[in-house]
């Protein structure tokens, strides 16, 4: 059985964060903002992607990049889940 599985950040830049890159269990996301003109204006903003989730004992290494509009990238960050 599998479940939708939303996973959000916050990420933030000096200037703007052009978008966050997700990979969860090896697949490739990219995240979408929650609202592209406050990310413009406010130098961050929150974004997210979904993935499917199986309900069995199954780990999900999830791995997130902001990169923001000088194409700079921020350290990865990895979380596990179950």
Known sequence: MTRETTISVRAT?????QRVIFWITGQLTV??????????????????ASYNA???NI????HV??????????AEVTISAR
């Open 13 to 17: 830049d000096n200037v703007a964060v």
């Open 31 to 48: 995240g979408s903002a929650s609202s592209p003109r406050d990310m413009a204006n406010s130098g961050g903003g929150n974004f997210s």
């Open 54 to 56: 199986d309900s069995g």
């Open 59 to 62: 780990d999900h290494v999830i």
């Open 65 to 74: 990049i902001a990169i923001d509009t000088a194409g700079n990238r921020s």
